[in-house]
T-cell receptor, first 113, second 115 residues
Framework: DAMVIQNPRYQVTQFGKPVTLSCSQT?????MYWYQQKSSQAPKLLFH???????NEADTPDNFQSRRPNTSFCFLDIRSPGLGDAAMYLC????????????FGPGTRLTVT | AQSVTQPDIHITVSEGASLELRCNYS??????LFWYVQSPGQGLQLLLK??????LVQGIKGFEAEFKRSQSSFNLRKPSVDWSDAAEYFC?????????????FGTGTLLAVQP
């Protein structure tokens, strides 16, 4: 089945230690998104790629970076995780830039110790 | 600015009872509206969407939603709730920003189902 895959499902990192979360998709969608979702809150968009074009949200901290080496993969890099970065990180895809639904992966739960 | 309000943070219903989850939006143009469901520790699954046309839309798992422009609402309904419906429900409005489409989510409604 075509899908959005996130690895790992659970990630524990130490305060200040860089961490990378991975997302892959078999849908061949042009757009990939990264959301941060803290406990009992709505998902908050961090950034998205349309093909290779990167779009950062205005309030996304510089500590968060992203890479999209090809259509299928997208990475979220947190350069120096703080305790406040502990959250669920959701990857999503959308077919193209026109308005349509987003398909979400299962998420990566990040714990910062 | 676009926004979505879900007035009910937490709702408890009995199994077999009907359900209505409220959603109000603020958007200057014709809205694109979505309902997503999130089970504990999981990603979001699309229940249904409204883009245009018939204001009553049918979704998966027996859910439906009605778009009411005059009330700026897009409430989710289900005639008979099952225990497996216990989850968090997010209403979202689609908008354009940057290169492509984006979703603005409400804060969610947590649904509990009691026997």
């Amino acid at each position: 089945d075509a899908m959005v895959i996130q690895n790992p499902r659970y990630q524990v990192t130490q305060f200040g230690k860089p961490v990378t979360l991975s997302c892959s998709q078999t849908l061949n969608h042009n757009v990939m998104y990264w959301y941060q979702q803290k406990s009992s809150q709505a998902p908050k968009l961090l950034f998205h790629y349309y093909d290779k074009d990167f779009n950062n949200e205005a309030d996304t901290p510089d500590n968060f970076q992203s890479r999209r080496p090809n259509t299928s993969f997208c990475f979220l890099d947190i350069r120096s995780p703080g305790l406040g970065d502990a959250a669920m990180y959701l990857c999503a895809t959308s077919r193209d830039r026109a308005m349509n639904e987003q398909y979400f992966g299962p998420g990566t739960r990040l714990t910062v110790t | 600015a676009q926004s979505v309000t879900q007035p009910d943070i937490h709702i408890t219903v009995s199994e077999g009872a009907s359900l209505e989850l409220r959603c109000n939006y603020s958007y200057g143009a014709t809205p694109y509206l979505f309902w997503y469901v999130q089970s504990p520790g999981q990603g979001l699954q699309l229940l249904l969407k409204y883009f245009s046309g018939d204001t009553l839309v049918q979704g998966i798992k027996g859910f439906e939603a009605e778009f009411k422009r005059s009330q700026s609402s897009f409430n989710l309904r289900k005639p008979s709730v099952d225990w497996s419906d216990a989850a968090e429900y997010f209403c979202a409005v689609g908008t354009y920003g940057g290169a492509t489409n984006k979703l603005i989510f409400g804060t969610g409604t947590l649904l509990a189902v009691q026997p």
